[in-house]
């Protein structure tokens, strides 16, 4: 079996026409060439073909981690022919990508996914993408009326950190550069709580999960600029809440009071803080959640009375499927990663793909060297972008656990596992995975195809890892107990280029804050830390 991730936040163009392709180049069985219109090529007599477009929306808005569909065009074919009819488009491949080619409809519709290129840096661009109908594979003889032009502006910008490491696919990489002679502390928040939850964000502002004194939980976003709270929402005395997610307005908490089928994902107006609606039960005892993962109009859990479910929930259709794990059981404190196709879950003895839409069980790739010390588990697969791997932490275990990191290429099994056991939870771009490990305390850079160690960096002695990995184009940041660091990918001695003594879980906002909840992790319950959020500016 073989999966298509879709990679990058820009286009959407539905096309109703006649045949499929792929993204080759030139116009060799519907391909897509490298320039963003066609050259001159051959006509050929006149056929009562033609073609038309739709008005398209000009004004398109990217983002940096490749995930969003923000564009549909639709393009009509009249007229028959006896002839072959193979559908043509191009485009500036340095600004776009479409990677599945043109998807065939059983109706004579047909589809193209276009997003931004891969790798496309902050900014405003502009460009043109041309449909056409053609003869023959390589497009020497176009049909006459049947080539159409849609003009485009498009605007890439930095997302927000909406759920656990950023995305649906969980890299968490920000595609931006930073100089660390900009960053400077700009606020800190301390509520009466006795634990915070790692923080999202969205459209200016931080959310944070709080475990109060008083033995409720509540939510609340704070100013991005100021960190005054903009509204609050308590929970009530609940025995388990996750930390925020944020997907198409809304916040999404997974909470438990008692063990039942009827637990509940509290639903709120990202704007507000007003409760909003469907509520979303699951089934759990006595569990802990990391927080759900959001896709298009879809929202994506794992907990199930005996652990190891799997639940996916439409709220557009207000409909939902949920589906038992491959395998030893995760009890709780998973997420699952999505694309458009899949929702990839470890279950422990498998890496699960479940469609996404319909629940079906579609791979179990064996995990055959699982070892369960309990059956918890903190963390989620990570969708690798460059070589198509789905890595996880292998086996059970806790926020402050070591474990082997394994990858898997779906269709084939298990790939690589990593020779040392890590502890952070990982970041993944441009072919590599950054994460650090105790005993000894060790930042690595391993190779994502091969798993193989390329550069390391060590931190002061008697420190220890804690928390996530972030990763920029220019520096990754990492916590131990002590600080907080950013170190130099570019620089071939990796030096420390910033740190900051605050140590925790790390998030990056669209507009360039550092987040870090200080605490210390779960396992480490007795410290005397004081828990509170503190902000940076790195722009």
Known sequence: MTTTRSRAAALCLGLALASCGSDGGGSSGGGV?????????????????????????????GYDDNSDVALTIEATRAGTTTDAVIPDVQYDRTKLSIPDGIEAGSDGRYTIRAHTARGLALGRYSGEL???????AGCASVYPGTTQTASYTLDVSMREWSMFQRNPAHTGYVHASFSPAAF??????????????????????????????DGTTSVHALDIATGAQRWGYNLGQVHFA??????????????????????????????????????????AQWSFFLPPTPFDTSL?????????????FDIAAQTQWSVAGEGAGIWDGETPAVDDRYAYYYAGKAMVLIDRRTGQVKEAMADPFFQGSGSSYYGAPILAPSSGLVLAYAGTRGSASSSPLAAWAPGSGLRWRSADAYVTTPAVTNGMIYLARNQPSRLDALREASGAPVWSWTPPADERFIGNTIATDT????STDKAVYAIAIDDPAHPVAWSAPTPGAMAITADGTLLVTQEMPLEYSSSTMPQKLVAYRLR
Do not use: K
């Open 33 to 61: 060439a490298v320039v963003p219109a066609p050259s001159p090529s051959p006509t050929v007599a006149a056929s009562s073909l033609s073609v038309s477009l739709t008005p398209m929306q000009s004004n398109l808005r």
């Open 130 to 136: 041309t449909f056409r109908l053609c003869r023959d």
């Open 184 to 213: 400077r502390r700009a606020w800190e928040w301390a509520p009466a709580a006795y634990r915070l939850s790692p923080a999202s964000s969205h459209d200016g502002m931080a959310m944070v999960t709080a475990y109060n004194r």
């Open 242 to 283: 996750s930390g925020p997610a944020i997907g198409n307005g809304r916040v999404f908490l997974t909470t438990m009071t008692v063990s039942s089928d009827e637990n509940r994902i509290v639903t709120l107006d990202a704007a507000t803080g007003e409760f909003r609606s469907p509520v979303m039960l699951f089934s």
């Open 300 to 312: 994506y859990m794992s907990a199930g009375y005996q652990g190891n479910t799997v639940y996916g």
């Open 475 to 478: 520096l990754v940041f990492v």
